[in-house]
């Protein structure tokens, strides 16, 4: 292959990273391209992408507290911000590692409903979720917010790992709320079996949204749970229609020989005679 073609196989190893194992895939690159250990600082622009979508969650130096990754908070340069604790930082893309911290405020005009906002969206996902990070961010570009949630759970010893995360973008002016919801999920004991899924949000918020106070961000996030909710009940029952269909289709009802076996019994057959049903010979 040449340089080119190795360097698109690499952003493509990297784009598919599963939660949490970012750095397996690293380690792997790494062994497969011996032959060019310069391979790996190309890939800057794939990392950064691949943290941004993601929601890479990160600490800052000396806080126990983790913070968000993404194209809304970022300040070019490498460096990022955090609202709630009105901090910029350096960010490795490569070792997910934060540095360089310092204090940053944010200019916008809607400093109250993100503050509102994110206060009633910390409340939300330490109700609904076991481990999560959250923010909202001002929209540099136009007059919207980004609101962004992120819950990893991550089981290397069972072999699984996985992600849910959420991006919305709310629009104070005209009360409308829109973003993606993204669930991956990954399991690797004995096989390789992956689930990755988004649905789509558009919503438009009644006259409670259009407020730029607490009453206001605690109806916006009321949304976002109702959203949110009614999408877990909905993988839910897809999965139990794929236990009892498809995956249900998979496995034959009875052995070859359509008789049930009495596996209370298995220890006194005879191989091939009682279980196929012949004679003994």
């Known amino acids: 292959m040449s340089k080119g073609s190795n360097a698109a196989a690499v952003s493509a190893f990297i784009d598919g990273a599963p939660p949490g194992e970012l750095a397996d895939v690293i380690a792997d690159i790494k062994s497969l391209t011996l032959s060019e250990p310069d391979l790996l600082k190309s890939a800057t622009p794939a990392f950064q992408k691949y943290n941004e979508e993601q929601l890479t969650t990160t600490k800052l130096p000396g806080a126990s507290q983790n913070v968000i990754i993404s194209r ?136 409670g949204g259009s407020g730029t106070g607490s009453a206001g961000a605690q109806e916006v996030i009321k949304q976002i749970a109702g959203v949110e909710r009614k999408y877990q009940e909905e993988l839910n029952r897809g999965f139990n229609s794929l236990s009892e269909g498809a995956f249900k289709g998979l496995r034959r009802q009875l052995p070859i020989t359509r008789q049930k076996v009495e596996w209370e019994k298995v220890g006194g057959y005879r191989l091939g005679q009682d279980i196929g049903g012949g004679r003994a010979r």
């Open 72 to 207: 809304y908070n970022s300040l070019g340069d490498g460096r990022y911000y955090d609202t709630e604790s009105r901090t910029s930082f350096a960010f490795d893309h490569a070792t997910q590692k934060a540095s360089a911290s310092q204090s940053y405020v944010p200019e916008s005009d809607h400093n109250s409903i993100i503050n509102s906002l994110l206060t009633s969206l910390k409340t939300y996902a330490s109700e609904h979720f076991p481990s999560s990070t959250t923010a909202v961010f001002p929209v540099s570009s136009s007059s919207e917010i980004a609101i962004l949630l992120v819950a990893n759970k991550y089981s290397p010893s069972n072999f699984w790992n996985g992600r849910f995360r959420s991006t919305y973008l709310f629009t104070p002016s005209s009360s409308s709320l829109t973003g993606t919801i993204n669930v991956d999920v990954h399991y690797y004991e004995d096989g390789n079996v992956r689930l990755t899924t988004s649905k789509k949000v558009d919503v438009k918020l009644g006259s």
